[in-house]
């Protein structure tokens, strides 16, 4: 089975701080994702990531960047959190070359005070 | 106008019921389709994965895609209260030079609630 881990469950961060979000999957797929999702508007794409060190932006990338080195590893920064990043983070991963199934992870509830 | 629309519902049927879930699409280049599961506070999990028009079937679950009808559904049979959820379509086209590197587009989800 696919399994893909994210770090934290739960993370109370305050206005400012800066904030790791990591995942890690071990099927060795090619493509990484980052969603958040939020009532009402659904799962958003922030960043994707289709190789070691090579990322693209989503729908949503103002306030987020990524960090990819190591290809089981795709990691999720918040520069300077603020308020309206409180969300549900879920990392994602398919194996790519035309299998685009992804898999999710448990998701990380991050809220910013 | 989204390229998914899904209805948000909520639904709400009893157990046993046959509960049909859809959405519909108006990017003609979609070839693949998913339907995801997501329970409150965890995350989707993959349900069903067709490829092009068709009809797919896993037990009690059916996924039927209409592509001349940019439609698809899924159908659950003899539904159960472990099936309350959140269920989300997704769907992405066909890599043309790996360009797409495997985006899906999401439906909004549906909640559905099967009471006993």
């Not at chain 1, 987020?64 to 918040?78: A, D, G, P």
């Amino acid at each position: 089975d696919v399994k893909v881990t994210q770090s934290s469950r739960y993370l109370v961060k305050r206005t400012g701080e800066k904030v790791f979000l990591e995942c890690v999957q071990d099927m060795d797929h090619e493509n990484m994702f980052w969603y958040r999702q939020d009532p009402g508007l659904g799962l958003r794409l922030i960043y994707f990531s289709y190789d070691v060190k090579m990322k693209e932006k989503g729908d949503i990338p103002e306030g987020y960047s990524v960090s990819r080195e190591k290809k089981e590893r795709f990691s999720l920064i918040l520069e300077s959190a603020s308020t309206n990043q409180t969300s549900m983070y879920l990392c994602a991963s398919s194996r790519g070359q035309g299998r685009n199934e992804q898999f999710f992870g448990p998701g990380t509830r991050l809220t910013v005070l | 106008q989204k390229e998914v629309e899904q209805d948000p519902g909520p639904l709400s049927v009893p157990e046993g019921a046959i509960v049909s879930l859809n959405c519909t699409y108006s990017n003609s280049a979609f070839q693949y389709f998913m339907w995801y599961r997501q329970y409150s506070r965890k995350g989707p999990e993959l349900l069903m994965y067709t490829y092009s028009s068709g009809n797919k079937e896993d037990g009690r679950f059916t996924a039927q895609v209409d592509k001349s009808s940019k439609y698809i559904s899924l159908f659950i049979r003899d539904s159960q209260p472990s099936d309350s959820a959140t269920y989300l379509c997704a769907m992405s086209a066909m890599d043309a030079g790996g360009t797409s590197y495997g985006k899906l587009t999401f439906g909004q989800g549906t909640i559905l609630t099967v009471h006993p």
